[in-house]
């Protein structure tokens, strides 16, 4: 029985499908796809919104905003009528060598929230701590409860 010459290919890296990955870009296909739809004709949507918690206590509204990365400096927190808006920049880090995947978002961000009552905006206090922003937006005095003894 003859022998057939077998050549040798180098071997290939296996390619690994990961679903996980695959299910994230399609989200942002779809995050870019319903924001092209309902913005209006010549806005441009740059940036992203930060996941944050509002929170209600008698006195007043509590807003924590994750901004991992994010220094003081880059942070602008302005309130206006009912409206608290918390604008900044997530900076991308120099890094030597090759970037084999990015899944931190970098660039500017906005989070934005209307409050339910009137507030005080004299008295707003923030203050960035481990990657997260809280917000204490004092409510009104005429919005706050009272409790009224019963005689």
Do not use: C, N
């Amino acid at each position: 029985m003859a022998r057939v010459p077998t050549r040798r290919t180098a071997e290939l890296a296996p390619v690994v499908w990961d679903p996980f990955e695959e299910l994230h870009r399609l989200s942002r296909q779809m995050s870019r796809m319903l924001e092209d739809a309902f913005l209006p004709v010549g806005a441009a949507y740059e940036g992203f919104t930060p996941a944050a918690d509002v929170l209600e206590t008698e006195d007043a509204y509590l807003v924590e905003v994750e901004l991992p990365g994010v220094k003081k400096g880059d942070v602008t927190v302005e309130v206006s009528g009912q409206r608290l808006v918390v604008r900044g920049e997530r900076r991308a880090e120099e890094r030597k060598g090759i970037l084999r995947r990015r899944g931190r978002v970098t660039g500017t961000f906005a989070y934005e929230v209307d409050f339910p009552g009137e507030v005080d905006v004299d008295h707003v206090e923030a203050e960035l701590s481990d990657g997260v922003l809280s917000v204490r937006v004092p409510k009104a005095g005429k919005e706050r409860p009272r409790t009224i003894t019963v005689k």
